[in-house]
C-alpha cells in the first residue's frame, strides 16, 4: 500500500501487508488511514496508520467487508451480530445488540450504509449475502431499530434498490432498476402517511400503496 501527495504525486510512504487489501477508509480530521484486510481464510484485521509518518498505530484482529465512517469522521461502525463502534485515533471498541422490538429485523445480517449524527441507516442482507431490498434506521442512542420497509410497486412487486441517499431529515432518495426504472422520494414520517412519490421530470407523483414493514 502507498500513500502519495495528490499535488505532487511524491510517495511519502510505503507499507506491505501479507493479506489482501478489503476496504481502505480515511479520517483526515484525525488523520488516520484505516486499512481493512483478509486472510485466504477469510480472517480479517483492521489498522489505524499515521497518514503522516506511515506508523501503525493501532491493530485489531477483527473487521469485515462492511464498514461506514461517521460524518464527524471520529468513528468507524462494522455489523458482526451486532454494532461495532471503533474509534479512528486510538482503535477502542464498543460492540452493542441491536434492539428489535416489534419484530423489524426480518434477516439475521445488516449493511451499514450511513451514519448520521445519531442514526445509522442500513440495507437488509440475505444469507447468501446479498441485499435484499429492505433497509431501515436505527437510533444510535437506544439501538432500537425504529423503522424497517421493503417498497412495493403498483402491482405489489418488490423494488429492487439500486442506490440509497439517507437524510437526517426524514427524506430520502432512492433509485431502482427493477421493476422499472425510477427515483423515489421517501419519507417514513410523511404526513399524510403516503408510503413513497416517484419523481418525473422533477415532479413528484404519489404512490399510494401500501409497504411492509
Given at each position: 500500500?502507498?500513500?502519495?501527495n ?11 501487508f ?11 480530521i484525525n ?6 484486510i ?5 480472517n ?9 509518518n ?7 484482529d ?6 461506514v465512517i461517521?460524518?464527524?469522521?471520529n ?7 451486532g454494532?461495532?463502534k ?7 471498541q464498543n ?15 445488516i ?14 442482507v ?6 435484499n431490498?429492505m ?9 432500537l ?14 423494488i ?5 441517499i439517507?437524510s437526517?431529515e426524514s427524506?430520502h432518495?432512492?433509485?431502482?432498476l427493477k ?5 423515489i422520494?421517501f ?6 402517511n403516503?408510503p413513497?412519490?416517484t419523481?418525473d421530470?422533477?415532479?413528484?407523483k404519489?404512490?399510494n ?5
Open positions: 500500500m502507498r500513500f502519495i495528490d499535488f505532487t504525486s511524491e510517495e511519502l510512504w510505503r507499507i506491505e501479507n493479506f489482501n487489501i478489503k476496504k481502505v477508509r480515511y479520517s483526515s488523520k488516520i488511514v484505516i486499512v481493512i483478509m486472510s485466504e481464510t477469510y480479517y484485521e483492521t489498522i489505524g496508520i499515521n497518514s503522516k506511515g506508523k501503525i498505530v493501532w491493530r485489531l477483527l473487521g469485515g467487508f462492511n464498514s461517521t460524518d464527524d469522521e468513528y468507524l461502525y462494522f455489523y458482526n451480530d454494532l461495532l471503533i474509534s479512528c485515533i486510538d482503535g477502542n460492540k452493542t445488540a441491536i434492539k428489535d422490538v416489534g419484530h423489524r429485523l426480518h434477516h439475521r445480517r449493511s451499514i450504509r450511513r451514519v448520521l449524527k445519531d442514526k445509522l441507516y442500513y440495507h437488509g440475505n444469507d447468501a449475502g446479498r441485499p431490498h433497509f431501515g434506521q436505527i437510533n444510535l442512542q437506544t439501538n431499530i425504529e423503522w424497517e420497509y421493503k417498497l412495493l410497486d403498483l402491482e405489489s412487486k418488490e429492487e434498490l439500486k442506490d440509497w439517507p437526517n427524506k432518495l432512492i433509485t431502482s421493476p422499472v426504472k425510477q427515483t422520494h419519507d417514513p414520517n410523511d404526513p399524510k403516503i413513497y412519490r419523481i421530470k422533477g415532479v413528484l404519489d404512490r400503496n401500501l409497504y411492509s414493514k
